[in-house]
Nanobody
Framework: QVQLVESGGGLVQPGGSLRLSCSAS????????MKWYRQAPGKERELVAF????????NYAGSVKGRFTISRDNAKSTVYLQMNSLKPEDTAVYYC?????????????WGQGTQVTVSS
């Protein structure tokens, strides 16, 4: 079955950096777009960044552009989110996401999330 497992969250001071990882299994990772979302308390889940299967298409939310970098290692079935110059407003649970077609049925899959807290 499809599994997405995030790691790398934690507590960091403003201006600091973190790298999130999402390890995927159960599907052909190299064939699918991967996305990072986040959800802050009391707010809707928002798309942070996505990267196409080949890495040719990348996009970021305006609030993180220039500070966050998404990357992927298809050999390791892992997608990363490098987060620099972190701000308190980046505090949220970060989720890995993909939409996968299996046996003719497509659906969204989510990881369990990893907490990122930016605070002094």
């Amino acid at each position: 079955q499809v599994q997405l497992v995030e790691s790398g969250g934690g507590l960091v001071q403003p201006g600091g950096s973190l790298r999130l990882s999402c390890s995927a299994s159960g599907f052909t990772f190299s064939a699918y777009t991967m996305k990072w979302y986040r959800q802050a308390p009391g707010k809707e889940r928002e798309l942070v960044a996505f990267m196409s299967s080949t890495g040719e298409r990348i996009n970021y939310a305006g609030s993180v552009k220039g500070r966050f970098t998404i990357s992927r290692d298809n050999a390791k079935s892992t997608v990363y989110l490098q987060m620099n110059s972190l701000k308190p407003e980046d505090t949220a649970v970060y989720y890995c996401n993909t939409f996968v077609m299996l046996s003719g049925v497509g659906r969204d899959y989510w990881g369990q999330g990893t907490q990122v807290t930016v605070s002094s």
